[in-house]
T-cell receptor, first 117, second 114 residues
Framework: AQSVTQLGSHVSVSEGALVLLRCNYS??????LFWYVQYPNQGLQLLLK??????LVKGINGFEAEFKKSETSFHLTKPSAHMSDAAEYFC???????????????FGQGTILTVHP | DGGITQSPKYLFRKEGQNVTLSCEQN?????MYWYRQDPGQGLRLIYY???????QKGDIAEGYSVSREKKESFPLTVTSAQKNPTAFYLC?????????????FGDGTRLSIL
């Protein structure tokens, strides 16, 4: 069984400030981890993913995330927030169970990011 | 460009009525998924399909039905048995294989009760 916890349903930052969105996961097998972004009334867009290898993953729009197995975390960061980053962000986990899988994702509850001028 | 098309963007349902949400993809993906999104609850899996003519219930399948007669299409029917259908519905697809392949999403259908 897998689960994802996103700490903080709302995060507010000033333009130019560091963005930190927290994600902790639980998985009985090595996980694949994803961050998605959703703008109002739109679908989800993939920001980045961790599968294997390098634990620091770079994504689109200047975002990056670090997989920390010991902390079961996959926090999303961006050094300097832009107004266009305002959106809802979702962390998701998929099981790396070996063999063919259905690629089912378990999502966190989402974090709404507000960026103030 | 390849992508996932959901229609309609907005849909209204009367009491006792079944409605069908369309999802079409031209990404040549084998697997397709339907999610329901409610504020503050993330995305919850309704149904998924790995191949044509096969589909599985997700976490909240009651009151919903699907079909997968073509690789490109995965329509979702919200039946009258679904007592709280008001939500944002998202369709997704992915390439086959291990769970490291990301899901790609359509732009959603917002369903409301009249």
């Amino acid at each position: 069984a897998q689960s994802v916890t996103q700490l903080g349903s709302h995060v507010s930052v000033s333009e130019g400030a560091l963005v930190l969105l927290r994600c902790n996961y639980s998985s009985s097998v090595p996980p694949y981890l994803f961050w998605y972004v959703q703008y109002p009334n739109q679908g989800l867009q993939l920001l980045l993913k961790y599968t294997t290898g390098a634990t620091l993953v770079k994504g689109i729009n200047g975002f990056e995330a670090e997989f920390k197995k010991s902390e079961t975390s996959f926090h999303l960061t961006k050094p300097s927030a832009h107004m266009s980053d305002a959106a809802e962000y979702f962390c998701a986990v998929s099981a790396n169970a070996g063999g063919t899988s259905y690629g089912k994702l378990t999502f966190g509850q989402g974090t709404i990011l507000t960026v103030h001028p | 460009d390849g992508g996932i098309t959901q229609s309609p963007k907005y849909l209204f349902r009367k009491e006792g009525q079944n409605v069908t949400l369309s999802c079409e993809q031209n990404l040549n993906h084998d697997a397709m998924y339907w999610y329901r999104q409610d504020p503050g609850q993330g995305l919850r899996l309704i149904y998924y399909s790995q191949i044509v003519n096969d589909f599985q219930k997700g976490d909240i399948a009651e009151g919903y039905s699907v079909s997968r007669e073509k690789k490109e299409s995965f329509p979702l029917t919200v039946t009258s048995a679904q007592k709280n259908p008001t939500a944002f519905y998202l369709c997704a697809s992915r390439r086959p294989g291990q769970g490291n392949q990301p899901q790609h999403f359509g732009d959603g259908t917002r369903l409301s009760i009249l």
